[in-house]
């Protein structure tokens, strides 16, 4: 099997410009010749070169190597970055990012006159980019340059680059120009204008190309794309996954549900792994766990309610929720399992993940281990564990070696389970991917469910397991956002409520949840009344006659 191709550093610069019609961005077209982006249209930019250091360059302005090096969070050769960018573009679009020894940009006729001498040269080979620049006594001007992204090409393609993207105004008094060899063409275009060429099959884009105009069409002129890169949070590399599904190969990026999946199971990213999840498909997602998805797809529960498989035939299986009452899910886990099914395990008792249990007692004789809720109403009456677990344990099934974590909110007798050997915990309801987890009194708790997501701090696992959706990666910071999220939405509570200075669930639900679509206010006033039952706790509301009432009010 072929290594993963090293990736190549490389730059781009994005040129913009503001028009009339709002802030246009420049397109160069490549030539069919090539092998690499053949015939698509991208922004200017390719590899670092040899030469691209800042001791063969004046460099004016504020940024240094030192600040380049944070910006780009590299140990050394940051601003190696920032001149490839400015050298390609000028040998790509004849633009020129540089300043005379006045300090001043290039006036139009200085631009003029330095291109016409030494762009065909610099082409030809016959004098190198630096040469040009210092016989020429001009200074490269970084500091006009912005960082914007990072893109690394997927590690199944043959060539690949860890390429950083820059955006820059269009300097005035410059024309564009392509160079005539590796780029044949260029166009400005509005960004929603190119991709409507694209979706049309007019103008072939690369896929970072493509997800980078997206982000273009968020900005109306210039200005506003270059004080985004000021503001925005520290860029997060973005690294294409090869997948494949219904309408075949597609690349997935850092937030689409497949992705950390795609990453674990095919490393060299071949696209072998699934963007679909499909009820009745076995999906092995570690050394000795398998996923199988029960045919119960719903608004509640997502592509399914997962069922997972640990173990192996010569040491027995142990099943972590069965899922529902469905005899053809059940006999599916009784071929995977080759009928050598030992121990079920349930997150909890609700009527999608628990019903299985009975029917692998009876028909493998396993043993079924969970817990009762504390109010059992619109739980699983046919639960009837073997033993009941309780949290702060280590229990062994066979050779497998299972952390139990009462984690109560979602439901009283919640529990996760940490399967070591795997490092990856089973999160059931507890963590949901795709969906915020619905907190329903009586038995859901929104107080416990805070604290229960601030104990999963206390425990080390690289991956979540959840009760419904793909493998999910970086378990802490996916602890964090759902926390935030969760006082999110309960200062919206407080919000509202100082606003109505006192409402009824109906009322607060329409300002409260007035980003939720209103098909979804029903199941929303579940968790509402959670949190407000968690503020009635902590003594930040008061509630009369179904009318609640800020205390500071």
Same mark, same amino acid.
């Given at each position: ?15 913009? /410009? #503001?028009?009339?019609?709002?802030? $246009? @961005? ?5 030539? %069919?010749?090539?092998?690499?982006? &053949? *015939? ?93 620049? /210092? #016989?020429?006594?001009?200074?490269? $001007? @970084? ?5 914007? %992204?990072?893109?690394?090409?997927? &590690? *199944? ?397």
């Amino acid at each position: 099997m072929a290594e993963i191709v090293t990736p190549r550093p490389a730059a781009t610069l994005i040129l913009v /410009r #503001d028009s009339a019609a709002g802030m $246009e @961005v420049l397109l160069g077209e490549k030539t %069919s010749k090539v092998n690499f982006a &053949a *015939g698509a249209f991208v922004f200017p930019g390719g590899a670092l070169d040899d030469l691209d250091y800042g001791d063969n360059f004046n460099i004016s302005g504020k940024l240094n190597d030192d600040q380049a090096n944070q910006i780009l969070g590299v140990s050394d050769g940051g601003l190696n970055y920032w001149i490839a960018a400015i050298r390609e573009c000028f040998e790509e679009v004849g633009v020129l990012f540089a300043a005379s020894s006045s300090g001043e940009m290039l006036s139009e006729n200085e631009y003029s006159n330095f291109q016409s001498s030494n762009r065909k040269k610099l082409d030809r080979g016959e004098v190198t980019f630096h040469e040009i620049l /210092r #016989d020429a006594e001009l200074s490269l $001007e @970084v500091d006009r340059l912005h960082y914007l %992204s990072r893109w690394v090409t997927h &590690a *199944g393609s043959p060539r690949r680059y860890d390429t950083r993207f820059f955006i820059a105004r269009m300097p005035n008094g410059q024309i564009a120009q392509h160079d005539g060899g590796e780029l044949v063409g260029h166009r400005w275009a509005k960004p929603e204008e190119a991709l409507k060429l694209s979706s049309k099959g007019e103008l072939n884009l690369m896929f970072p190309t493509q997800k980078t105009l997206e982000k273009l069409t968020e900005f109306r002129e210039v200005e506003e794309a270059l004080s985004y890169t000021l503001n925005a949070p520290p860029v997060t590399p973005m690294k294409p996954r090869l997948t494949t599904g219904i309408g075949g190969k597609k690349l997935l990026l850092p937030g689409d549900f497949a992705y950390a999946e795609a990453g674990k199971l095919d490393p060299k990213q071949l696209g072998t792994v699934s963007r679909d999840i499909q009820a009745g498909v076995a999906v092995q997602i570690d050394k000795r766990v398998k996923r199988l998805t029960a045919p119960n797809a719903s608004i509640m529960t997502g592509p399914g309610t997962n069922t997972y498989i640990l173990g192996d035939d010569a040491n027995g299986y142990l099943v972590i929720d069965p899922g529902p009452e469905d005899t053809k899910h059940i006999d599916l886990i009784r071929d995977l399992t080759s009928n050598r099914v030992k121990w079920v395990l349930c997150t909890h008792t609700h009527i999608d993940h628990s019903p299985g249990a009975a029917l692998i007692n009876r028909s493998m004789g396993a043993r079924i281990y969970g817990r009762l809720a504390d109010d059992m109403d619109r739980q699983d009456s046919s639960f009837i564990p073997d033993e009941q677990l309780s949290g702060g344990s280590k229990t062994n099934f066979g050779d497998l070696k299972i952390d139990i974590l009462h984690t109560p909110g979602h439901a009283s007798n919640h529990l996760c389970f940490l399967f070591e050997e795997a490092r990856m915990l089973f999160t059931g309801d507890h963590i949901m991917q795709g969906s915020t987890v619905v907190i329903n009194p009586p038995d859901g708790d929104m107080s416990a469910y805070f604290s229960s997501l601030n104990n999963l701090y206390d425990y080390q696992f690289d991956w979540i397991a959840p009760g419904h959706g793909f493998l999910m990666d970086n378990p802490h910071e996916v602890v964090n956002r759902l926390l935030i999220h969760r006082q999110k939405r309960e200062t919206k509570i407080v919000n509202a409520l100082s606003t109505l200075k006192a409402g009824t669930i109906d009322e607060l639900v329409v300002r409260a949840y007035d980003d939720v679509s209103e098909t979804l206010h029903q199941l929303a006033k579940r968790s509402l009344l959670a949190h407000l039952i968690k503020l009635l706790k902590e003594g930040r509301v008061n509630m009369n006659n179904d009318v609640w009432v800020s205390v500071s009010n």
